[in-house]
């Protein structure tokens, strides 16, 4: 019996040495595998967070927007973005707005230096004008798909929401708009208080109509009209005409019968107008026509067509 039992003991001892050695070498090789592993792991993390890694402008984090989503969601400020894809999509949009504002100051400058250039240079220069132009195009062309897919990309989030969590962006949305509009109304109010002196209002006035003053620009020039009236403009028409010009340059002028007219573009060809025509449309002037004029006097449409040689349509 004795002998038996150490028999069993001995088998024991020897089948725990078998397990504790299995269960070493498999440590082993998992200490061995492991470090390979979380560096890979690590690696790629860093690659991918360097390559989607989000920045935002510091001009936008600090300035309201007015983004909707759909009609129970609007942003006002970029980091109510849920979507850091959506979120670079807006902020491409945004860049770009910029870059046009941009240009419509280097056009604007460009052709106050045409007006008072030899003729020698006034082809360069109508060259630079017609390229930022083409620039203004081109960009104009891409800032609304650029919101469209931002918009399109959060209101699929929102549409998979609960209920409750969007009752609570909601409010949290409704408590930032308050903030800011309480910021907005005393900025007018001091604006009114700092206008209320009598020698700004004449300083700032002199100063507005000396910019107002332009030379009309020589030649053919097909302008997108967005605007005429003989007497007040009706609400409608003055906000679409505002939203209008945060993304572009209006101008107006009054003609020989006392009808305000307002227009945006100063466009070489017939092609190009065509093109800022649906472009205006899109951004909220339904009734645009595109107008020509010769020698900053306004001709027949038709006219200036057959002038700069283009008889068919684009």
Known sequence: MLILIKTSIKTIFILLLLLANTLNLLANRQALESPDDTVKIKTNTSEIASKDELIIPEELKKKSIDFQINSDISYFNINHF??????????????????????????????????????????????????????????????????????????????????????????????????????????????????????????????????????????????????????KMPESAAKAIKKLSILRKVENYKDEKGVKIYTTGNLKSYKEAFTMLSQVKHEGIRNATITAYQNGKRIDLNDARKLTNETANP
């Open 82 to 231: 849920v979507n850091s894809d959506s979120k670079m999509l807006f902020i491409q949009a945004w860049q770009k707005e910029n870059e046009v504002k941009k240009l419509y100051t280097k056009t604007d400058s460009l052709r106050n230096i045409y007006a008072n250039s030899s003729d020698e240079r006034k082809q360069e220069i109508s060259s630079l004008i017609l390229k930022a132009e083409q620039q203004t195009i081109a960009l104009n062309e891409e800032i609304p798909s650029l919101y469209e897919k931002a918009r399109n990309e959060e209101n699929q989030y929102w549409q998979a929401a609960t209920p409750e969590l969007i009752l609570a962006f909601q409010k949290k949305i409704q408590l930032y708009s308050d903030s800011v509009k309480q910021v907005k109304e005393i900025k007018i109010e001091n604006k009114a208080l700092s206008e209320a002196v009598p020698d700004t209002i004449t300083f700032y006035e002199a100063k507005q109509k000396e910019i107002a003053k332009e030379v009309a620009p020589t030649g053919i020039v097909y302008k997108i009209q967005v605007g005429a009236f003989k007497n």
